[in-house]
């Protein structure tokens, strides 16, 4: 099993910038990719970006250049770096890993991007 927690959303202005961040624990040794997913209301949850556990990262076109995802081995932590945010990236943000043992969702947290 893996728990993951999130944290690291909330309320920001048009242009501005957030950090999320999703803390892994338990059985989290053979974790091989890791995914911000999120929700808008009345949409599907669709991928924001992803990263494996070799670093390689990928973007959804809508986030391209403005969003950043890096990850700490040591704190077994994915952060995702907002910059340049709009109100169209306001929704739940869910952290996903994916393992051996299976797939894990997160919590999610709110960001909402209004002025």
């Known amino acids: 099993q893996v728990q993951l927690v999130e944290s690291g959303g909330g309320l920001v202005q048009p242009g501005g910038s957030l950090r999320s961040s999703c803390a892994a624990s338990?059985?989290?040794?053979?974790?091989?990719?890791t995914g911000w997913y999120r929700q808008a209301p009345g949409k599907q949850r669709e991928l924001v970006a992803a990263?494996?556990?070799?670093?390689?990262?990928n973007y959804a076109d809508s986030v391209e250049g403005r969003f950043t995802i890096s990850r700490d081995a040591v704190k077994n932590t994915v952060y995702l770096q907002m910059n340049s945010l709009k109100p169209e990236d306001t929704a739940v943000y869910y952290c996903?890993?994916?393992?051996?043992?299976?797939?894990?969702w997160g919590q999610g947290t709110q960001v909402t991007v209004s002025s």
């Open positions: 338990g059985s989290t040794f053979n974790i091989y990719r």
């Open positions: 990263i494996t556990s070799g670093d390689s990262t």
């Open positions: 996903k890993v994916t393992s051996i043992i299976g797939a894990y």
